[in-house]
């Protein structure tokens, strides 16, 4: 059982906003919660293909969160 989707919403936006902070990108809220929905899922997904879990409580999916925002990120900022 994962996280319920407030509290995805609660980590995500957390998440989205830390690594926003951390990468310096000027995000509104709804793209914090984005960035950090859109990197745990990306990340959970390349950590699966490499037999990697994050347990589904909400401090190792807020890392996960954190670190995939800033996959994100970063992805974005290469492409443009």
Same mark, same amino acid.
């Given at each position: 059982?994962?996280?319920?989707?407030?509290?995805?919403?609660?980590?995500?936006?957390?998440?989205?906003?830390?690594? &926003?902070? *951390?990468?310096?990108?000027?995000? #509104?809220?709804?793209?914090? =919660? /984005? !960035?950090?929905? @859109?990197?745990?899922? +990306?990340?959970?997904?390349?950590?699966?293909?490499?037999?990697?879990?994050?347990?589904? &409580?909400? *401090?190792?999916?807020?890392?996960? #969160?954190?670190?995939?925002? =800033? /996959? !994100?990120?970063? @992805?974005?900022?290469? +492409?443009?």
């Amino acid at each position: 059982m994962g996280l319920g989707l407030i509290a995805s919403i609660i980590v995500g936006g957390l998440a989205g906003w830390i690594a &926003s902070s *951390l990468m310096k990108a000027d995000t #509104g809220l709804l793209a914090n =919660i /984005l !960035l950090g929905i @859109v990197g745990a899922f +990306v990340l959970n997904l390349i950590l699966s293909l490499l037999g990697i879990y994050a347990a589904n &409580s909400w *401090l190792p999916q807020l890392i996960v #969160g954190i670190f995939g925002a =800033i /996959l !994100l990120i970063w @992805v974005a900022r290469r +492409v443009r």
